[in-house]
């Protein structure tokens, strides 16, 4: 799935931030946790994911995120992947939230 140009982006309600560098996060998909992949992109509807399984569109999806690399907050989202290309996923979230990781002693 290509990435999209500007001159598409224009249509979104919702403006979309890319990540910088590697940003993995776990994956479950209809409730079997077994998943990896990378976030490209984030909006507050939706978020681009290239999974190292293929996804089938309409697939329900978790994803937990490290939000700053750090492993100290976490952005746990829940949907559906809307589109799918190969190993990448369109997934608009549902329902998500921020948590912060308490600190191993």
Request: aromatic share 6%.
């Amino acid at each position: 799935m290509a990435i999209p140009s500007s001159a598409q982006m224009e249509r979104r309600i919702c403006p979309r931030y890319r990540f910088t560098g590697d940003r993995l996060c776990s994956i479950v998909v209809n409730g079997v946790s077994n998943s990896q992949g990378r976030v490209h992109d984030v909006s507050r509807d939706g978020l681009m994911l290239e999974c190292d399984i293929a996804l089938q569109p309409g697939a329900r999806v978790e994803v937990a995120i490290d939000w700053w690399g750090t492993g100290s907050l976490e952005l746990n989202a829940s949907g559906q992947a809307v589109r799918t290309e190969g190993r990448f996923a369109a997934v608009k979230i549902l329902e998500s939230k921020f948590q912060v990781k308490a600190k191993a002693e």
